[in-house]
């Protein structure tokens, strides 16, 4: 069994930066995506980091928001800048292990204009 832990969120104003947290209860990274749903919409890919390193961010964050991993602590980081109202919406990090796909509980991001 595999859990993620999710912290950070909040609200901001336009313009300023906030910080999620993603921390998995076992040491079995694999790869770290973050995603994304707003209200009345699908959910969308935000961003991710595999075991090696490799980083790719959707287009529409892409130069505003970087993703990176503690490995000491199992723990991944989005740090958000430049928000935009655009990007209020729920926030989840993901995980795939032994053929699951395991889910953060959400974070409400906010972002006021």
């Known amino acids: 069994q595999v859990q993620l832990m999710e912290s950070g969120g909040g609200l901001v104003q336009a313009g300023g930066s906030l910080r999620l947290s993603c921390a998995l209860s076992?040491?079995?990274?694999?790869?770290m995506g973050w995603y994304r749903q707003a209200p009345g919409k699908q959910r969308e890919f935000v961003a991710i980091?595999?075991?090696?390193?490799?980083?790719t961010f959707a287009d529409s964050v892409k130069g505003r928001f970087t993703i990176s991993k503690d490995n000491a602590k199992n723990t991944v980081y989005l740090d958000m800048n430049s928000l935009k109202p655009d990007d209020t919406a729920v926030y989840y990090c993901?995980?795939?292990?032994?053929?699951?796909?395991?889910w953060g509980q959400g974070s409400q991001v906010t972002v006021s204009s």
């Open positions: 993901k995980t795939h292990y032994m053929g699951k796909e395991y």
């Open positions: 076992r040491n079995i990274f694999t790869y």
């Open positions: 980091i595999t075991s090696g390193g490799d980083i």
